[in-house]
């Protein structure tokens, strides 16, 4: 290496969340060391380090929502708020030695694959690096999707994103317009309802609430499960093996999610009395097409006096004004969008250019398609956390991370194997074929679910109507089918050490 070449690692992973370390852990596991996180933000902990909004917390139990090898027995409650989640990540940087490979405020701006080198070079806010292989674990939470609402500009309060909460902006006797009713919002409503003067909620759509069986763990269940982590480990699989079993109502057999939609109506009916409010708070549309919300606290606090809610989106902002689809004018001091992330699309994929000169984003125009959820046609070497098809409708994302750390184990140790000793350089770059293969089975089990048949829209579905989030199965099956890299899979190309023109392409051993 010259002293201007720009510095090698073996992987650049990107983003520090839950996938990022995830990813950082399980390379060092795997005994590779030489790799870096590459972080925008000034700390870790992804989606719960930005979602600091008031009453943010999850709602997947705590025993199931943390990693398997980093299991925590002091848990304080059923469901962790988002402080002790965003904690938990920075405890795990620092218990795994993640930190001498994390790089913060370190924006990557464009990923470009050199075909000659098989590396990518990778420009970042603080410089230039190559990289044998890129992990894009940006997380499909990460970049606030606001409506373009014609007069926004012309409102002069405070207008923010629930992901992007101004903690300087006072609340208090102010006249809030809250815009969306998704997981986020229905968190932040009842925080916020009784400090405002006056809280208007533009629903579009109405959510499917169910109660919240949310818990202190108490003293004697910590203490057990620090002294025989076995009972934290039971307590776990009990948490998993419930939501594998629920899985086949989303997937296969929607109509008995009616008796579910009955619970829901119970819920909803417990805590409203007026029957207009109710009736604007009935969803038309099946259960668990939308995700199902869990909450004790909304409900009442949509019912309390200083609450008002238009059961109709936001369409304009004309100064103080704000007006929606229905017609319906409403006076607000601050507005607070809850309408979610850029998933459909994942942000990242404009800034990534594949073997053929085009952008990630050009190659997924007509709907986003990896491989078993990793890695794309014509981008050798990238792969992603969370790519398309491996969200969830009803379990915990850290199951469905760990079966793409697998994968990613199982690349670079593919790699290394195809490389032997000959010094060459090896990629691997995913068959069209083979990713048709996967999407087309992945798009036929999708037909029955509830996400496609329950008669509602959501963010699950791109522009086309396309599901390209939701993994149709149970986290177990999708396990299986991420525990190896199949080199039938792939094309494995291979250079001399000097890099071009010995480029050539091989068929990978079937
Ligand atoms: P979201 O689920 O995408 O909800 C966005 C909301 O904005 C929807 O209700 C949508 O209405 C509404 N909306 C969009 N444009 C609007 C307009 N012009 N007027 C009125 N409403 C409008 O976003 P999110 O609530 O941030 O949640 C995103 C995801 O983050 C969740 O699904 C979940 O995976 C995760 N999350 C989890 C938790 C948790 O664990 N408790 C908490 C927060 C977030 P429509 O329904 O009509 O489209």
């Not at 674990?137 to 012309?154: E, H, N, R």
């Amino acid at each position: 290496m010259s002293k201007h070449d720009p510095e090698h690692v073996r992987v650049a992973v990107i983003g520090s969340g839950f996938g990022g370390l995830g990813a950082a852990v399980r390379l060092r596991r795997e005994g590779v060391t030489d790799f870096v996180v590459l972080e925008r933000a000034d700390a870790v902990g992804g989606t719960w380090r930005d979602n600091s909004y008031p009453g943010c917390a999850c709602d997947v139990p705590s025993h199931l929502y943390s990693f398997s090898f980093a299991p925590n027995p002091d848990w304080p409650r059923t469901f962790s708020g988002q402080e002790h989640i965003r904690a938990y990540l920075e405890r795990v940087a620092d218990t795994f030695g993640l930190r001498p490979h994390i790089r913060l405020g370190c924006e990557v701006k464009r990923m470009r694959w050199d075909a000659d080198a098989l590396h990518w070079e990778v420009d970042t806010a603080q410089g230039s690096l190559t990289a044998d292989v890129v992990v894009a674990a940006t997380g499909p939470l990460s970049d606030p999707s606001i409506p373009d609402i014609p007069g926004l500009d012309t409102f002069d309060g405070e207008v923010f994103h629930s992901a992007r909460w101004d903690h300087n902006a006072d609340l208090r006797g102010k006249r809030v317009a809250m815009i969306g009713t998704g997981a986020s919002a229905i968190q932040i409503v009842p925080s916020i309802q009784p400090e405002v003067g006056r809280l208007t909620l533009f629903q579009r759509t109405p959510p499917w609430v169910l109660p919240r069986v949310d818990r202190e763990i108490t003293a004697a269940e910590r203490a057990l499960h620090r002294a025989l982590p076995a009972t934290a480990k039971a307590r776990r699989g009990i948490l998993w093996g419930i939501r594998e079993v629920q899985v086949g109502a989303f997937t296969k057999y929607p109509g008995v999610l009616g008796r579910v939609e009955k619970l829901a109506v119970r819920n909803l009916h417990q805590h409203v009395e007026d029957p207009a409010l109710r009736a604007a708070l009935t969803p038309d549309y099946r259960i668990g097409c939308k995700r199902i919300l869990l909450s004790n606290s909304y409900y009442p606090a949509l019912a309390r006096p200083n609450v008002d809610v238009v059961a109709s989106g936001l369409k304009e902002v004309r100064g103080s004004t704000l007006v929606a689809a229905d017609g319906t004018s409403v006076e607000a001091d601050v507005i607070v969008f809850g309408t979610g992330f850029r998933v459909t699309d994942m942000p990242i994929a404009e800034r990534v250019v594949g073997a053929g000169g085009q952008t990630l984003a050009e190659s997924w125009k007509d709907g986003m398609a990896a491989l078993r959820g990793a890695t794309a046609a014509g981008f050798p070497n990238w792969m992603t956390i969370i790519g398309p098809n491996t969200g969830l409708g009803n379990s915990s994302m850290i199951l469905m991370i760990e079966s793409q750390l697998n994968y990613l184990a199982d690349y670079v140790k593919q790699l290394d194997a195809l490389k032997g000793r000959s010094g060459e350089r090896v990629a691997l770059d995913a068959r069209p074929t083979a990713v048709h293969a996967w999407n087309h089975g992945v798009q036929d089990r999708m037909a029955r679910t509830v996400w496609k048949t329950g008669g509602c829209d959501s963010w699950y579905l791109d522009a086309n109507g396309r599901n390209t989030t939701i993994w149709p199965g149970t986290t177990s099956a999708f396990r299986k089918e991420t525990r190896r890299v199949d080199l039938a899979e792939y094309t494995v190309l291979r250079s001399a050490r000097t890099p071009a023109p010995g480029l050539r392409a091989v068929p990978a051993p079937r």
